[in-house]
């Protein structure tokens, strides 16, 4: 799986306009929380989608907690740790958070 790390609040938009072509997800994770590397760790696992079906940003929100709240009113969805978002046409079409979050409820969706 290759992050691509979400670090400015800018790349929302270039997230928007990706999401028009290819589904972006975001997974919003918490450096200080064991549910979310476990989360993380079982995505990373169990990821088997290419990067022309889905482009996955990571997002530390400890150190970028601006723009995970800009994700959240943004996207309309509200703010959980650990997170996902699936993004098509510049709307979040998806999202699961703690445990809920599965690689075959993703591809479900794509």
């Known amino acids: 799986m290759n992050w691509y790390n979400l ?3 800018q790349q929302l938009e ?5 999401s028009e072509n290819t589904s972006v997800l975001i997974f919003k994770h ?4 064991s549910i979310s590397s476990m989360a993380k ?8 989608i290419s990067e022309e079906k ?6 530390d929100l400890i150190a970028y ?11 309309g969805v509200e703010h959980q740790s650990p997170q996902v978002l699936l993004i098509e ?3 979040s079409v998806y999202d699961a958070s703690h ?3 599965s690689v075959n409820d993703i591809e479900d969706v794509i």
């Not at 270039?14 to 990706?18: G, M, Q, R, S, V």
């Not at 760790?41 to 088997?48: D, G, H, Q, S, T």
């Not at 907690?65 to 996207?75: D, G, Y």
């Open 89 to 91: 046409k510049g709307m």
């Open 30 to 33: 918490s450096t200080r929380c």
């Open 41 to 48: 760790n079982r995505l990373e696992r169990a990821w088997n």
């Open 99 to 101: 445990n809920l979050i």
């Open 54 to 59: 889905i482009k996955p940003y990571y997002l």
């Open 7 to 9: 670090t400015d609040i």
């Open 65 to 75: 907690r601006e723009i995970s709240n800009k994700i959240a009113s943004e996207f």
């Open 14 to 18: 270039t997230i928007k306009a990706e």
